[in-house]
């Protein structure tokens, strides 16, 4: 089955930087898109970044354009996400997503928090 293991998260001041990855096992990783998505408390969860199954276009979401940066390594079967000039409205859970076989699969999430 599926299996999507986020790690990364932790707690940065404003301004700073992390990397969010994403290992996936379970499905022929390289033949799927994936996704980073983002809930924050008491929010919706919302799509941050979508990249195809080669790499070769990602799509952003308007609040994170031309801060965060997503990408993958077939070779390695992970996702990541580097997020640079973090906002404290960046806060939230996020999550690792793929769309394969009609079901939409998420990992467990890990927690970025942006505070001074």
């Known amino acids: 089955q599926v299996q999507l293991v986020e790690s990364g998260g932790g707690l940065v001041q404003p301004g700073g930087s992390l990397r969010l990855s994403c290992a996936a096992s379970g499905f022929t990783f390289r033949i799927y898109g994936m996704s980073w998505y983002r809930q924050a408390p008491g929010k919706e969860r919302e799509l941050v970044a979508a990249i195809t199954n080669t790499g070769t276009s990602t799509n952003y979401a308007d609040s994170v354009k031309g801060r965060f940066t997503i990408s993958r390594d077939n070779a390695k079967n992970t996702v990541y996400l580097q997020m640079n000039s973090l906002k404290p409205e960046d806060t939230a859970v996020y999550y690792c997503?793929?769309?394969?076989?009609?079901?939409?699969?998420w990992g467990q999430g890990t927690q970025v928090t942006v505070s001074s």
């Open positions: 997503s793929t769309y394969t076989k009609g079901f939409r699969s």
